[in-house]
């Protein structure tokens, strides 16, 4: 079964700084990746994904992440963390099949200090 | 605006009565989910549907019911509530191409 560890429940950066959320899955086909930002009371929102094309992926509000199959990461990546980015981080990896059903991590809490 | 609609927001419940939870997405996306969110636990997925007319369970479906009539609805009932219910719940839909979800604004229940 397709599995997903984020490393670190909660992160904390200066703003200004380097953003880096962990995430490793397992998985026994080639994955879907996934990484999806939620706002206090909101639902959860695609920053990025990957679908098998180019392994560095570029997404919304300034993110990326590349996919490392070697180590079977994922890692999320800011270069200069804003004080807006200060939100609940959730990696996703599809499950095996045709089901389009994704298995979610546990989540990293983001907290942007000034 | 297309998207995914969820109804009520929140509700508070008492333990015992039965409850259904709306959810309506105007994409015409195939598949639509239901997960519940709980601190600690990430996202779970209770129930989905790959097209109209057809639902599976996912890891937590003790206690949730759903129905997929048509392709923009997909209700979660709740038969009988228990506390260990009380928690944010998502709906979510997917065109199934490797795109990722659209999620709706999600409803929180809390059981008493």
């Known amino acids: 079964a397709q599995s997903v560890t984020q490393l670190g429940s909660h992160v904390s950066v200066s703003e200004g700084a380097l953003v880096l959320l962990r995430c490793n899955y397992s998985s026994s086909v080639p994955p879907y990746l996934f990484w999806y930002v939620q706002y206090p009371n909101q639902g959860l929102q695609l920053l990025l994904k990957y679908t098998s094309a180019a392994t560095l992926v570029k997404g919304i509000n300034g993110f990326e992440a590349e996919f490392k199959k070697s180590e079977t990461s994922f890692h999320l990546t800011k270069p200069s963390a804003h004080m807006s980015d200060a939100a609940e981080y959730f990696c996703a990896v599809s499950d095996t099949g045709n089901t389009g059903k994704l298995i979610f991590g546990q989540g990293t809490t983001l907290q942007v200090k000034p | 605006i297309a998207g995914i609609t969820q109804a009520p927001t929140s509700q508070i419940l008492a333990a015992g009565r039965r409850m259904t939870l709306r959810c309506t997405q105007d994409m015409r996306h195939n598949a639509m989910y239901w997960y519940r969110q709980d601190l600690g636990l990430g996202l779970r997925l209770i129930h989905y549907?790959?097209?109209?007319?057809?639902?599976g369970k996912g890891e937590v479906p003790d206690g949730y019911s759903v129905s997929r009539a048509n392709t923009d609805d997909f209700p979660l009932t709740l038969a009988s509530a228990v506390p260990s219910q009380t928690s944010v719940y998502f709906c979510?839909?997917?065109?199934?191409?490797?795109?990722?979800?659209?999620f709706g604004s999600g409803t929180r229940l809390t059981v008493v």
């Open positions: 549907s790959n097209t109209a007319g057809t639902t």
């Open positions: 979510a839909s997917s065109d199934r191409s490797g795109g990722g979800y659209t």
